[in-house]
């Protein structure tokens, strides 16, 4: 039943969202800051509640006439101050309601997130009290009638027995002891409000409480539009001899009241409290999910994290201290997209604009949404802080100048880029650093070169970096490199970077690399020659054409003077070359097909996310131990994307 409920909620709530989305934009909808806009109004209310407070008279006799005096006074300030402060009170508790039935609908209140879940329903109960309170104090009609109501429902409890009404029968019962108590009723519940509200978001990665600018521009921009058109107005004052004839009651807050004596308080303490109960028993009611923590893989890294059991890729991520990227966290605006290349996952709710049929048959999921199922591998472009040793802290900054620019192949251009005299970047062979562009966005290149050797005697001029950058169509950098970019530029960038590096075992090593995979096995194999490993190591290397191979020459050389290397070339798009008398095809196949068992091998794969994903469950499925398979997955950088 549960279940069936959060599944009609939920399709309401997409197509709410897929209509606001339309209408404002995916980083302006309302729907998807929810939590951050209830703290807004929460400071809107305090701040024009400090206001009213300071000409606020704490007395029977005075409260009506200090409330009459700000509404009048202060050419129609006071009375804009007044009714901002009732309008922010009735949005924040229709913001705080729609945010808990949206957590309900898509099922985010189990596993760990039950403590928001259960804060938030106490939020929720807290902000309703704070509100009524409120009504209570201008001691007109209308306050007459929600504290007499309030008093009675209170009655209902067992132990009162009637008292507490007894109170209010004539007005020399009410005094200004009464008054001051309500006014700290009013003043504590808020404080209380504050606390509980920065113990809600503790367990929620990154949690967001402060509203896009233009969203609070414009909720303060209606709010004060709200108040000049149509302002609050006091009652009669309170009149204890009659009771009130006719009210305008605020169905926001004072939503339940006319039931106190349409049912009966006691009938009305009984619904309230199987209701507040079942919202506070909810994360642990059917249906519920049980499951095990997860292993993350994210490449270019690789960066491993643990995901809880109902988690999305998203929140274990922030949680572990990686710079995820990340915008409405609720599938709508695709800025947290990620392809998934070996595991399976729920991929959750999203909007279809966000996540096309085409992006999922590619494998590729929103990580806000997706929840894992097992054990994933999946590649996100810019993720630039490992886990583990040093995590959370920013990668080190650097500058650079162009040295050389040397065009190896059509599109691919070897550059070597140095640091000022004195500065060496310590890195591993197989580590990559972050071009930062103009505008903060990164682009990721592995070391082609080996690290400087530690037995040299040091040397007074910066370290060069050996990159290989191949030109993508409508690539900014790449572009930038081909057809801009001269010797002597500056570049900057971060780093270094990433764990795929030479693992220390005894096995024998098989290197799959595709297109400019190779430049980080390259790192790795001038590095192993260097040290003396005599492990056996075979590379197979796998291009489109003939065309795209390079420093063959290099490759040959190595096999020459190493015999535990040897090198295999791979052409998949070599169809109408009918002078290439090498091996064709997939380069995964072709390592496969030399080597059918993979038991007791050590398999690195680095190329394209595609190559990586085809890849690494055939080396799997051939025997080979997840614990000796590493792979350096990439994506290119398209066009949309700078």
């Not at 609070?216 to 009149?239: E, G």
């Not at 039931?259 to 642990?284: F, H, K, N, Q």
């Not at 801009?484 to 971060?494: H, L, N, S």
């Amino acid at each position: 039943m549960i279940g069936l409920v959060q599944r009609g909620l939920r399709a309401v709530f997409m197509r709410a969202e897929a209509l606001f989305n339309r209408a404002f934009g995916d980083r302006l909808n309302p729907l998807y800051h929810l939590g951050a806009i209830s703290y807004y109004l929460f400071w809107v209310v305090g701040a024009t509640g400090v206001v009213l407070y300071i000409f606020f008279d704490t007395s029977v006799a005075g409260a009506w006439r200090s409330v009459q005096a700000v509404s009048e006074g202060g050419f129609g300030l006071g009375s804009v101050v007044r009714t901002m402060h009732r309008h922010a009170t009735d949005a924040m508790m229709l913001t705080m309601g729609i945010h808990l039935v949206r957590h309900f609908a898509f099922d985010r209140l189990r596993g760990f997130r039950w403590f928001s879940w259960v804060t938030g329903v106490v939020l929720l109960w807290l902000a309703y009290i704070a509100g009524v309170n409120g009504y209570m104090l201008p001691w007109d009609r209308l306050a007459q009638f929600v504290t007499q109501a309030s008093f009675e429902w209170l009655d209902g409890l067992p132990g009162f027995g009637g008292r507490l009404i007894r109170n209010f029968i004539a007005p020399e019962h009410v005094n200004d002891r009464l008054f001051s108590l309500l006014v700290f009723i009013h003043i504590g519940v808020p404080l209380a409000m504050l606390l509980l509200l920065w113990v809600h978001v503790q367990r929620v990665p990154k949690a967001s409480t402060q509203s896009p600018r233009p969203i609070a521009l414009a909720l303060t921009a209606a709010l004060v539009l709200l108040a000049i058109v149509a302002p609050v107005a006091s009652h009669a004052p309170a009149d204890l001899r009659t009771a009130p004839a006719q009210l305008a009651l605020d169905w926001f807050v004072l939503t339940v009241y006319p039931l106190i004596y349409a049912w009966s308080p006691r009938t009305l303490w009984l619904v309230v409290g199987a209701a507040t109960l079942l919202l506070l028993l909810l994360p642990w009611l059917p249906p519920r999910r049980a499951g095990q923590p997860l292993q993350l893989t994210l490449h270019p890294g690789p960066v491993r994290v643990s995901a809880r059991a109902g988690e999305t890729l998203l929140e274990a991520g922030l949680r572990a201290g990686v710079p995820l990227p990340y915008d409405c966290r609720s599938g709508g605006c695709g800025l947290c997209l990620c392809t998934v290349h070996h595991g399976h996952f729920d991929a959750g709710p999203f909007q279809e604009a966000a996540l096309t049929t085409a992006m999922r048959a590619r494998g590729q999921a929103l990580m806000c949404c997706a929840v894992p199922l097992e054990d994933l591998e999946l590649e996100v472009e810019g993720v630039a802080t490992l886990v583990g040793e040093g995590a959370g802290a920013a990668p080190r900054r650097w500058h650079a100048t162009v040295r050389t620019m040397e065009r190896l192949a059509p599109e691919l251009m070897r550059m070597h880029i140095q640091l000022p005299d004195g500065e060496h970047i310590p890195f591993v062979a197989g580590q990559y650093i972050n071009i930062i562009l103009d505008d903060g966005a990164r682009r990721a290149f592995s070391f082609a070169n080996p690290p400087p050797d530690a037995a040299a005697p040091p040397s007074t001029a910066g370290d060069v970096i050996e990159l290989h950058v191949r030109r993508i169509p409508g690539g900014r950098f790449t572009t930038e490199v081909f057809e801009r970019m001269q010797v002597g530029d500056r570049i900057d960038f971060e780093g270094p970077l990433g764990r795929f590096a030479l693992n220390d075992s005894a096995r024998p090593i098989l290197f799959v690399a595709g297109a400019t995979g190779f430049a980080p096995v390259k790192s790795i194999l001038e590095d192993a020659f260097r040290r003396g490993i005599t492990r056996p190591m075979q590379l197979y290397w796998g291009v489109r054409t003939a065309a795209d191979l390079y420093l063959q020459d290099e490759v040959a050389r190595w096999q020459r003077e190493h015999a535990n290397f040897s090198y295999v070339p791979v052409l998949s798009h070599a169809a109408d070359d009918t002078t290439w008398r090498g091996r064709r095809g997939f380069v995964h196949q072709a390592m496969l097909a030399d080597h059918p068992d993979l038991a007791g091998h050590e398999v690195y794969a680095c190329g394209s996310v595609q190559m990586v994903r085809a890849a690494v469950p055939d080396f799997l499925a051939h025997g080979l131990d997840e614990g000796f398979c590493f792979s350096d997955a990439f994506t290119p950088s398209k066009a949309i994307a700078g």
